[in-house]
Nanobody, 126 residues
């Protein structure tokens, strides 16, 4: 079982950029696909992005497409980043790192994802 720890959240102004990090321990991301979900207050957890398998492009939610970018540190395959630009108040949420198996790509339901981190809070002030 992989253990995930997120960092990088905080208070930002609308239009700012933020980079979140997710560090894996226990296992690497070599045999799984890392991704991010978020949960705003009073709302259900929603899919944000998942790394693509092999040559496939990452899959992004429409609400973040063009503003968010996921990347991976391929050197040791234990760190995943979420670079978020042009932050808006509706991006305020707890951002959680997670993983899914290759066989389940490109599913985006929470039940298709296994390990979860505790999350890092991002609050965007208008």
């Amino acid at each position: 079982q992989v253990h995930l720890v997120e960092s990088g959240g905080g208070f930002v102004q609308a239009g700012d950029s933020v980079r979140l990090s997710c560090v894996a321990s226990g296992r690497t991301f070599s045999d799984s696909l890392p991704g991010w979900f978020r949960q705003a207050p009073g709302k259900e957890r929603e899919f944000v992005v998942v790394i693509g398998w092999r040559d496939a492009s990452p899959l992004y939610a429409d609400s973040v497409k063009g503003r968010f970018t996921i990347s991976r540190d391929d050197a040791n395959n234990t760190v995943v980043y979420l670079h978020m630009t042009n932050q808006q108040p509706e991006d305020t949420a707890l951002y959680c790192c997670t993983t899914t198996s290759v066989s389940k790509f490109p599913r985006t339901s929470t039940r298709d994802f296994g390990s979860w981190g505790q999350g890092t809070q991002v609050t965007v002030d208008s």
